[in-house]
């Protein structure tokens, strides 16, 4: 396999674990009633940013002639940026709980199309 073809597979299923982590850990802090601690937004962004990285090499292989196995693998992968970047828009608005849980349904949501992205191939 292509170097570029294991860098876009091989981290998919840590991804999607690490989403469900910070999904977890979002949810715990929504049952406190606090607002998501700053280390689960620098969590999100680093997952977000990996995520991207991921995309701009699955583009790369698709010029080159590498296509998905199934084409919902695309909307998947524009689900997972959209659910991530959507927690940032409760930074300033909203109680602390509603903005852990706005994190919490967002990584939830996008660990569980990471995981299906990850075996769409």
Request: glycine share 10%; aromatic share 6%.
């Amino acid at each position: 396999m292509e170097l570029l073809a294991r860098l876009h597979t091989l981290p998919g299923l840590v991804l999607a674990a690490g989403l469900a982590v910070l999904a977890i850990m979002s949810g715990v802090m929504a049952v406190l009633d606090r607002p998501p601690m700053p280390s689960l937004d620098f969590a999100r962004r680093v997952l977000l940013g990996i995520i991207v990285a991921e995309a701009a090499i699955g583009l790369v292989l698709t010029l080159r002639g590498a296509e998905p196995d199934e084409w919902i693998h695309w909307l998947y992968g524009g689900i997972i940026i959209a659910a991530l970047l959507l927690p940032a828009t409760l930074v300033t608005n909203g109680t602390p709980r509603s903005r852990s849980a706005a994190l919490a349904g967002a990584a939830g949501l996008a660990a569980i199309f990471a995981w299906r992205l990850w075996g769409t191939g």
